[in-house]
């Protein structure tokens, strides 16, 4: 599996940006795709993740409302549409696939892509 995320920049808070993965590879049909993002100096976070099956949706705290994850599985991509970012959505943000659940720790997925930087400015 390989993934390749996209769209990330530079946005003033209350912005909005779409991101995109790209996956290529082994098929998806019983997989997880999350997004997570990692700002400096902290730790790897879990941020939003769809089944592929299912199109189940799941969020972290401080994303819902505001961040929407989907999927076109004709297309293989998945994204996530950032609605009223805040300075502290600034990270760069991972794509990353797993098979079977879908977890929200990060140590449980198998594949990531190489990140897309967003940055909020204030």
């Known amino acids: 599996v390989q993934l390749q995320a996209s769209g990330g920049g530079l946005v003033q808070a209350g912005g909005s940006l779409r991101l995109s993965c790209a996956a290529s590879?082994?098929?998806?049909?019983?997989?997880?795709i999350g997004w997570f993002r990692q700002a400096p100096g902290k730790e790897r976070e879990f941020v939003a993740a769809?089944?592929?099956?299912?199109?189940?949706?799941y969020y972290a705290d401080s994303v819902k409302e505001r961040f929407t994850i989907s999927r076109n599985t004709a297309k293989k991509m998945v994204f996530l549409q950032m609605n009223n970012l805040k300075p502290e959505d600034t990270a760069v943000y991972y794509c990353?696939?797993?098979?079977?659940?879908?977890?929200?720790?990060?140590?449980?997925?198998?594949?990531w892509g190489q990140g897309t930087l967003v940055t909020v400015s204030s």
């Open positions: 990353a696939a797993t098979y079977g659940l879908v977890p929200r720790d990060p140590s449980r997925y198998d594949y």
């Open positions: 590879g082994r098929t998806f049909s019983s997989s997880a």
């Open positions: 769809v089944s592929w099956s299912s199109g189940n949706t």
